[in-house]
């Protein structure tokens, strides 16, 4: 079976803002070509990103250059044990004049939401994020305030402190598209890095590449025009659905989670130059959607076991479907 080539005119204007916006910002976040390939898929796909990594690795400074590519809003939020729900949501304060509340908008009204260091916050602040990563919404005094769109959270932890944190639940990571390390640079990257920030750092030259409008356009296309075979979602179901009766898995990952890899699968297939889904590319793409979904039984987390190694081993007993399709 063939699937009919993207158009001339998706290819030339939609494709190029995801590649325009993946080479914009690989030039300040050097050596990090897949990473940066997998955020803006996330983006593409609707979903947020949840970057767990020691600091110093460039997580912010990815978050700063995808909202200058874009020419969208970008708000930054330290997360701290002190924070309360309304200094993410914001606030109805009542105006003496008019003598009526008037709601001021906190930081959640953003087109690009970095929550730096998620995890210090208490429960209770986390929480305020849950509504808006899913219903892209916040509800404050009975009144339901539409987020932007684009709405795209990019939340970072540091997974080696362990003090003065609060383990993010299940509710809040399952509504993460995905989660990534972004990890050390090689030698060579790294002297790069300093030496291309010798006098300046290059985020100054960071201008918008793409219309948000072609973004918007862009993520409606990707659902449409991108074929995923039964086989293949059959495929994705039955990997979701393993790590569910996985051994070493107390609770596995939930149905959002096979939308999450199908809708995943698509936004890269797009980004790749892609008619299709490919049973490969699932294989690829499958632990940065499910591996932070699950919860090991603890006798597996004391013998060492990862959610990585479940995913591994799910992925190694699932049978492959073999796609009909070719571009």
């Keep these: 079976m063939v699937v009919k080539p993207l158009t001339e005119s998706l290819m030339t204007i939609e494709k190029s803002a995801s590649e325009q916006i993946i080479s914009n910002i690989s030039r300040v976040v050097i050596g990090k070509d897949e990473q940066v390939r997998r955020v803006v898929s996330a983006l593409l796909a609707g979903g947020h990103v949840l970057l767990e990594d020691v600091p110093g690795t460039g997580k912010t400074m990815l978050a700063r250059c995808l909202a200058r590519s874009l020419d969208i809003s970008f708000n930054r939020v330290q997360f701290t044990p002190d924070l309360l729900p309304s200094d993410l949501t914001g ?143 059959d495929y994705i179901v039955r990997l979701v659905s393993a790590t569910r009766t996985h051994r070493d898995v107390v609770l596995g990952a939930s149905p959002r989670a096979s939308l999450a890899l199908f809708r995943f699968c698509q936004a890269r297939a797009w980004i790749e130059g892609l008619n299709f889904v490919t049973p490969d590319m699932v294989k690829q793409l499958a632990s940065s959607v499910l591996s932070h979904r699950l919860l090991l039984r603890p006798q597996a987390r004391l013998g060492g076991t990862t959610p990585l190694d479940v995913v591994e081993q799910v992925l190694n007993s699932t049978d492959v479907p073999v796609s009909r399709l070719r571009s």
């Design 91 to 233: 606030v109805s304060v009542f105006n003496q004049k008019t003598s009526e509340f008037e709601f001021r908008e906190g930081p959640l009204f953003a087109g690009v939401l970095l929550a730096d260091e998620l995890n210090r916050a208490t429960p209770r602040t986390q929480s305020a994020l849950l509504e808006a990563m899913e219903e892209r919404t916040v509800s404050i005094d009975g009144k339901t305030y539409e987020l932007p769109a684009p709405f795209f959270v990019i939340a970072t932890q540091n997974p080696v402190e362990q003090q003065g944190v609060y383990d993010l639940p299940e509710a809040q990571l399952d509504r993460f598209l995905i989660r990534l390390e972004l990890g050390y640079t090689s030698n060579s990257e790294e002297r790069r890095m300093v030496e291309a920030q010798r006098d300046y750092h290059p985020i100054n030259d960071i201008s918008a590449v793409a219309a948000l409008e072609d973004l918007r356009r862009e993520q409606n296309e990707v659902r449409e025009v991108i074929t995923v075979e039964t086989n293949v979602s």
